[in-house]
């Protein structure tokens, strides 16, 4: 049974409904009715524990209960009643109350938060069961303005969020248990799930790049430049005296002090980017951009970068600093031969690439945009060293996305499936590893990353709780 879900952007959500074939969830259907003004989403079901509405503070929230006999249902701990009644909570933004239900089988706890007003829209869609516990994201509604990051749980619940004052498009979880950005025109930001900001950092010698930023078991960061310095573009038919954007990889203590670091513009020359990207807008006047890193990924002897202008993902040995690989883009002497892609067997390859990550020791996952040229693709390749190539094991297309002009992600779930952050489109999906749809997020905005919360990772009481602590003054 498939389930939309679809809210809008003011006051009122649809008048919630208790629909169990609708949330495609199994069990015998009661008489427990519960419906909100304004409205519930999703719809109260037994089994589903988080909600959302958009209260409006001046206006206390009207809660109206049809409990069967043997079953009692107390509101924002008010007295627990059965029948029909209607209880009143007075709410502020951010604020949950509380819907207890019991019966013969004990008692549940339903959780009601009240969103912004200015919470952009979403709809849900969802296909089947989800392995995925939740889904993180900003929610970007354009370039250089404020956004909220979000954690969505399976229902399609924004379950966790914070509004962010600054330019940022990152928003990942760290092993750690902490949130990450780095900020467009700023240092990278840790944020526990309280909302504070537990750590400010900033690479040395140059601003950092806004596009990735990683913590390692050792439990230093790592993250790249994005510097202007002088560059000689003659092999472009631009002077020699060009200025670029380099990035220099640097391993961070805590304390912001460099322990290691690679310079991309001494290891890759410019003669490396592709034409495409040579004649892109970016590339048009000082400064150039002829690297535009946008992923990071330790291999633990380590790093695989991507490069979108480079059309190609490198591996870089940790200890020398030499290149190990090259998948895509112009020849070198380390690029991998690639079977079994019938791009790469046409005369083609990435193109704009983003999000490459170590999915096993020796497979590498990327989504590539196909930017300008053909629509996104999730893909993975089992790497051989020894052999120099790269086979391809997954390829993932999604008719209901022709094109992705920048951004973008993808992982793979434990259990097969995989979360794809379709860049620069507005959806995040899962799919199973034979293609079906699982998920569907979208909203109004655009997503630069879509990931997946393995089981484990966040508890949904702590994620209550930190949501608590950010609405409590």
Not at 34 to 48: K, N, Q, R, W
Not at 386 to 411: E, I, K, Q, Y
Request: charge should be neutral; proline fraction near 5%.
């Amino acid at each position: 049974m498939k389930l939309v879900r679809t809210v809008p952007g003011r006051l009122l959500l649809p008048i919630a409904i208790v629909v169990l074939a609708a949330l495609g969830l199994t069990g015998c259907h009661t008489a427990l009715r519960i419906t909100t003004s304004p409205a519930l989403y999703p719809g109260f079901h037994e089994t589903v524990f988080d909600y959302v509405n958009r209260c409006d503070p001046a206006t206390r929230t009207e809660v109206r209960v049809e409990a069967p006999g043997g079953t009692t249902v107390s509101v924002a701990g008010q007295r627990a009643r059965s029948g029909n009644f209607t209880a009143k909570v007075t709410q502020g933004v951010g604020k949950r109350f509380t819907i207890a239900v019991t019966t013969n089988s004990g008692t549940t706890t339903h959780h009601v938060r009240c969103l912004p007003q200015d919470f952009p829209q979403w709809s849900f869609q969802r296909n089947g069961t989800p392995q995925a516990a939740y889904y993180t994201t900003v929610l970007v509604q354009e370039f250089n303005t404020p956004a909220y990051a979000v954690v969505f749980d399976t229902n399609g619940v924004p379950v966790w969020w914070l509004r962010d004052q600054i330019n940022a498009l990152l928003w990942t979880l760290l092993p750690n248990g902490h949130f990450a950005t780095d900020l467009v025109d700023g240092a990278a930001q840790e944020y526990d799930t309280d909302g504070a900001r537990v750590r400010e950092l900033n690479t040395v010698g140059g601003p950092s790049d806004f596009h990735d930023i990683i913590l390692l078991p050792n439990g230093n960061y790592v993250l790249a430049t994005a510097q202007n310095q002088a560059c000689n573009l003659t092999a472009w038919g631009k002077p020699a005296t060009s200025t670029c954007i380099n990035h220099v990889f640097q391993e961070l203590t805590p304390g912001g002090s460099v322990v290691w670091s690679w310079d991309t513009a001494a290891h890759i020359p410019v003669t490396e980017t592709t034409t495409t990207w040579r004649n892109d807008n970016s590339n048009s006047q000082d400064p150039h951009d002829p690297w535009h890193y946008n992923s990071v990924e330790f291999t633990g002897d380590g790093f695989i970068i991507s490069f979108r202008h480079l059309d190609a993902i490198f591996k870089i040995n940790k200890a020398s600093g030499a290149v190990v690989w090259k998948l895509g883009g112009t020849h070198r002497a380390e690029s991998l031969t690639v079977i079994g892609d019938p791009v790469f067997t046409n005369g083609g390859s990435f193109s704009g690439q983003h999000d490459a990550r170590l999915k096993a020791p020796d497979v590498v996952s990327l989504y590539d945009n196909g930017s300008n040229i053909r629509a996104p693709r999730s893909v993975a390749y089992r790497i051989d060293e020894n052999a120099d190539t790269a086979t391809l094991v997954h390829a993932l297309a999604d008719s209901r996305f022709p094109d992705s002009t920048c951004c973008g992600s993808t992982r793979q779930l434990p259990g097969g499936d995989w979360v794809t952050g379709w860049g620069r489109t507005n959806a995040i999906t899962e799919h199973r590893n034979d293609g079906q749809r699982v998920i569907t997020i979208t909203h109004s905005g655009f997503v630069y990353r879509g990931l997946p919360v393995v089981p484990g990772q966040l508890d949904a009481a702590v994620l209550r709780a930190g949501m608590d602590k950010q609405y409590s003054k």
